[in-house]
């Protein structure tokens, strides 16, 4: 099983990316070790995550949320997370820390 995700960044921005194993890349993350662009935005915490069947179906999902905006993505995290609908999503920071650092394991 391959997963497509989305960190929430210590300050606020989001950060996407692809695995085949997520506990494994959540925990790099978390340490440290997952990307250059989460080593400098700690703490992260996982705020979505979509299985998908191959590494290919993967990337392109991947870049297909790449492409949204920060207003989409939040809306995606919402629908995503069932307990979280309801809250209110705000923009916390302003959309240019909206970073995607393209890391793949």
Known sequence: MNWVYIL???????YTGWTN???????AHQSGKGGKYTRSH???ALAYQEAVATP???RKREWA???????????????GAPWEQG??????VPTAGDTD????P
């Open 42 to 44: 700690l703490p992260v």
């Open 21 to 27: 194993d997520l506990s494994r890349r959540l925990a």
């Open 87 to 92: 809250a209110v999503l705000e923009e916390t």
């Open 56 to 58: 290919e179906e993967a």
């Open 101 to 104: 650092g393209g890391e793949t």
């Open 65 to 79: 949320i790449k492409q949204l905006s920060r207003r989409e993505k939040l809306a995606l995290i919402a629908a």
């Open 8 to 14: 929430r960044c210590g300050d606020g921005s989001l």
